[in-house]
């Protein structure tokens, strides 16, 4: 069974920073893999926050841009989001997720709150 396993969530200041992590199996942690971050708040669908393309680049939501930043460790097999002057309404449990060979892979969510 393929896990996806996410960590850094927690409590934050308006203003403040936060980076969340994904372990990815390296069975899936590949460079044809599509990967990204997603984020579901209360009582909203599930959004996506940001991901990489195909060329290699870097997508963001209009939301987030020039906040937020997707990387990857090609050797730990680690996908990031780092989370800069977060805002209230970036409270969300945010997951991890994986499109390869087919399949969707999805963490198992991590809640991000922000406020006083």
């Known amino acids: 069974q393929v896990q996806l396993v996410e960590s850094g969530g927690g409590l934050a200041q308006p203003g403040g920073s936060l980076t969340l992590s994904c372990a990815v199996p390296?069975?899936?942690?590949?460079?044809?893999?599509?990967m990204g971050w997603y984020r579901q708040g209360p009582g909203k669908e599930r959004e996506l926050v940001a991901r990489?393309?195909?060329?290699?680049?870097?997508a963001y939501a209009d939301s987030v841009k020039a906040r937020f930043t997707i990387s990857r460790d090609t050797l730990t097999n680690t996908q990031y989001l780092v989370m800069d002057n977060l805002k209230p309404e970036d409270t969300a449990v945010y997951y991890c997720?994986?499109?390869?060979?087919?399949?969707?892979?999805w963490g198992q969510g991590t809640q991000v709150t922000v406020g006083t």
């Open positions: 997720h994986v499109q390869y060979g087919g399949s969707d892979y």
């Open positions: 990489f393309t195909s060329g290699g680049g870097r």
């Open positions: 390296q069975s899936i942690f590949s460079r044809h893999a599509l």
